[in-house]
């Protein structure tokens, strides 16, 4: 329901396209990663997966989200995993995504843990990921596809007052959004090569998207996407 309830309000907010590698494909029971900006950017993954690949996932996220009582309900409804991060409960969350995975579906995952604390609405690489990605994909054998978004930022950004007023702009400013979607890798079994690789794969799809919108920190001086250094993908 969410993902469709994405779809939607999405195209309200801006103007989303999607890209895809050739090989961009989502074998049943895929770990999806995706970069973290904008409390946006979770809906514009969600609505590009549906309407691009028609896959609804399983979406881990802050435990605080449960908290709101309309929003918690729909994310229980849904199936999605809370993660306590800083507490003796987080590995559990690990532990229902590889339930998840096991009954065939897609689970997404930010694997920086963080939405970075800058307050402007400019594009960045993606920040050091944590280990719980590829600890999941050793666990669970499953292969990781790597997204990257771009244009979150330009929907929510910043402080509160900052980021409410860009949500009631955003209707009237549509801003460029974009999602890229990376061919599907299997990690290594070390869990640093394997987290370095994921993170590589993320962020030359996140230089994709924000280099389809122009973003000055994906563009070199020729005004044309500058190419990351490109992870060795693992197929399995």
């Known amino acids: 329901m969410l993902s469709r309830i994405a779809a939607r309000v ?18 049943p029971g895929s770990i999806l990663v995706a970069n973290h900006t904008s409390l946006a950017d979770p809906a514009l993954v969600l609505a590009a997966l549906r309407g691009h690949l028609a896959v609804e996932p399983v979406l881990m996220a802050t435990s605080g989200l ?12 849904e199936g999605y995993v809370p993660v306590h991060r800083g507490t003796a409960r987080a ?12 009954s065939g579906r897609h689970v997404m995952l930010y694997a920086e843990g963080r939405i970075p604390p800058r307050r402007d ?25 790597p997204i990257g978004q771009a244009g979150a930022r330009r929907i929510t950004s910043g402080g509160r007052a900052k980021q409410l007023a860009g949500v009631l ?21 070390d869990v640093a090569e394997a987290t370095a690789l994921a993170h590589g794969a993320v962020t030359e799809a996140w230089r994709t998207a924000a280099g389809a919108l122009g973003e000055p920190a994906a563009l070199g001086a020729c005004g044309r996407p500058v190419a990351a250094p490109r992870a060795r993908r693992r197929r399995g």
């Not at 103007?15 to 074998?27: I, S, Y």
């Not at 209707?171 to 599907?184: D, Q, S, T, Y």
């Open 91 to 102: 590995a559990a969350a690990l532990d229902r995504a590889a339930v998840a995975l096991a």
């Open 10 to 27: 999405v195209p309200f907010f801006g103007r989303l396209t999607v890209t895809a590698d050739p090989g961009a494909r989502l074998a």
């Open 66 to 77: 449960w908290r709101i009582p309309v929003l918690g309900r729909a994310l229980t409804r």
């Open 169 to 189: 702009t955003a209707p009237v400013r549509r801003p460029g959004l974009h999602v890229h979607i990376g061919a599907p890798l299997t990690l290594p079994a």
């Open 121 to 145: 609405s400019a594009e960045n690489p993606p920040e050091a990921f944590r280990t719980g990605l590829a600890r999941l994909a050793l666990a669970t054998g499953a292969q990781v596809v």
